[in-house]
């Protein structure tokens, strides 16, 4: 582990309710949601991570109690190490405040997470869905929505499956 | 028939100016069937006669879920996926998964492998960059230059076919290895393509280099500061053309590319020419790589032996119990990796591309996100073109070199 990544996880662990996982080299700093907005700009202006390579969830349904995971991939360009930030996010209505006024590279992918998951961040000015179609229902990589196939139509049954088709507005 | 739905320009208030809503700007679609768009990309303009006043990208045209599919197959299986994504780099998102599966499971490669990675994870860089060339060259009207490219990809992909019998779609780099050793012939085709590029490449360079009009219309337009780039995260040839020497294989070195001497060509400039500079650069230094890289190729296997992970060879199976068991569990179960998450990153030929893979401990991946450069580079489209006329925005979002299979997924 490199000087520079050693020293801003022990000041970060002194000054904020933190935990800190190693797995394979990497380091994840598991925050509150509370404090995303905090952190993440103590990090870029403190700390040198410069640059968000992505931000993503994972969603735990149903063997975690607080569902979500949101990621945080950070980069220090300067000091070459990557940092990973995490926090938990409960799955009634998830809200997590936006980071895109700190890295204008997050607003896309905000945006994206909001279109898979369902998670809505707080102070994103356009939150739209990003791949999915803007009339789709649901989102897909949450772990209760199905995977989804769809029945192949012949000339005899082709009337049959279309009425019974399941489509998004439905 | 399912009704289709009106968008009207109330919805995008938020994103136009005032003037867009009193009808003295323009709104505009480019796209999502627009030859220089290079793909399915929808570009709604907002125009002040020629000049561009914002630009609004709309992706999605080729999502294909591949994120939510993969957690339905196991590790080998949702490899082939990742060729589909940026398709003009499947042996390099091949790698990616790879690096990504192999430091889960702390799997070991052999140096050969390592070097035949690199050789044709190059050949991957110098066809994506052929292809870039020729077609962004044609959105700024030096039309020969298309066939050219071209013709010379052919090369790149005939080495792709000898090795894995497809041009495209791969699938050649797996978990532990290679799908098997390169056949005899690919060391004399390789070589027969380092020997034919360098004088295409000055041809290149003198057909665009002389061309008034390539100059005038890339030089000084779409201008990014490299702070611009770290804040929207942009990597690959654009924060090379914007000053800043940010290149994994130097930087982060995987597959032994640290064994091999090359140079990161970077421009300050930060505009359109600066990354034609680039790319054009980069073609050369991909070129000694491969070389030095043919020149020490080791003899040995190409795959792991942890049999827990790879496949057994076929020799062994007919006399080895172990090995039959192996077989079977591999192909029916797939392997589990232990619990855990990591992140790997390549260098691919637009930037960045890394794959953030989570494991339960089953045999099929909890979680795979692809952190694709096209996703992060498409972003910066409307600070670049910003004030610029209509037609430099062409030459701007040829300049990025998209795939939007890559940003889509």
């Keep these: 582990m490199s000087e520079h990544l050693q020293n801003t996880l022990t000041s970060m662990q002194s000054r904020h309710d933190v ?18 907005q905090k952190i993440l700009l103590e990090l870029r202006d403190q700390y040198d991570f410069n640059v968000c390579m992505d931000v993503t969830a994972v969603d735990y349904y149903p063997q975690e109690t607080p569902r979500f995971h949101v990621i945080y991939q950070l980069y220090s360009m300067p000091n070459n190490i990557r940092l990973q930030v995490r926090t938990r996010l409960d799955g009634n209505s998830p809200k997590l405040d936006s980071v895109q006024h700190i890295y204008s590279s997050a607003n896309w992918k905000e945006r994206e997470v909001y279109d898979l998951f369902g998670i809505r961040f707080t102070g994103h000015p356009d939150l739209r869905r990003m ?23 012949f000339s005899f049954n082709y009337d049959e499956i279309m009425i019974n088709k399941p489509h998004p507005k439905d | 028939m399912v009704d289709i739905r009106e968008v009207s320009v109330d919805e995008l208030r938020h994103l136009v100016s005032d ?41 999605g045209f080729l999502h294909t879920g591949v994120e939510k599919t993969a957690e339905s197959k196991n590790y080998q299986q949702a490899e082939v996926m990742t060729d589909r994504l940026d398709y003009l780099n499947p042996m ?16 070991d490669v052999p140096p050969r492998a390592q070097a035949i990675r690199v050789i044709l994870a190059e050949i991957q860089r110098i066809s994506s960059h052929l292809l870039w060339l020729g077609t962004s060259a044609l959105d700024l009207g030096a039309m020969s230059m298309f066939l050219y490219c071209m013709r010379e990809r052919e090369l790149a992909l005939d080495i792709f076919e000898l090795v894995s019998g497809q041009r495209m779609m791969t699938t050649y780099i797996r978990p532990g290895g290679l799908w098997r050793d390169v056949p005899v012939e690919f060391e004399t085709a390789v070589r027969n393509f380092l020997k034919a590029m360098p004088r ?16 005038d219309r ?4 779409g201008i990014l500061t490299a702070e611009d780039c770290f804040q929207y995260g942009l990597t690959g040839p654009v924060i090379r053309g914007s000053g800043v020497a940010h290149d994994l294989r130097k930087k982060q070195p995987y597959s032994g590319y640290d064994l091999y001497n090359f140079d990161v060509p970077v421009h300050p400039e930060g505009d359109v020419y600066a990354r034609y500079r680039v790319r054009v650069e980069e073609l050369t230094q991909s070129l000694r790589i491969i070389e030095q890289a043919l020149n020490k190729i080791p003899f ?20 080895s119990m172990e090995a039959l068991i192996h077989h079977f569990k591999l192909w029916t179960e797939g392997f589990t990796p ?5 992140y790997a990153a390549t260098e691919s030929p637009r930037g960045e591309l890394g794959v953030y893979m989570e494991s339960n401990g089953t045999a099929k991946p909890y979680r795979v996100h692809l952190v694709t450069p096209t996703f992060s580079n498409l972003q910066a489209v409307p600070i670049m073109s910003k004030k610029h006329y209509l037609a430099d925005l062409i030459g701007i979002v040829g300049s990025i070199d998209i795939v939007l299979g890559d940003a889509d997924r």
């Design chain 1, 19 to 36: 935990q800190v996982e190693e797995f394979r080299g990497e380091f994840t700093l598991f925050i509150k949601p509370e404090n995303i």
């Design chain 1, 131 to 153: 791949v999915m179609p803007e009339d789709w229902v649901g989102h897909p990589l949450r772990k209760d929505y199905p995977l989804g196939y769809e029945e192949v139509q």
């Design chain 2, 19 to 59: 003037r867009a809503m009193t009808g003295e700007t323009m709104l505009l679609n480019m796209g999502p069937q627009h030859p220089s768009t290079h793909g399915v990309l929808r570009l709604l303009l907002e125009l002040d006669g020629e000049a561009v006043v914002n630009v609004i990208p709309d992706i």
């Design chain 2, 92 to 107: 390099g998102n091949n790698l990616t998964y790879c690096l990504a599966v192999e430091k889960l499971t702390e799997l």
């Design chain 2, 200 to 215: 295409r490449i000055q041809e290149y360079e003198d057909l665009l280099e002389k061309n008034e009009i390539f100059l």
């Design chain 2, 218 to 221: 890339t030089k000084g337009i």
């Design chain 2, 300 to 319: 040995g296997p190409v795959r792991s032996n942890n049999r827990k992970y790879v496949p057994p060879p076929r020799s062994e199976i007919g006399v």
């Design chain 2, 338 to 342: 232990p619990a855990g998450h990591v």
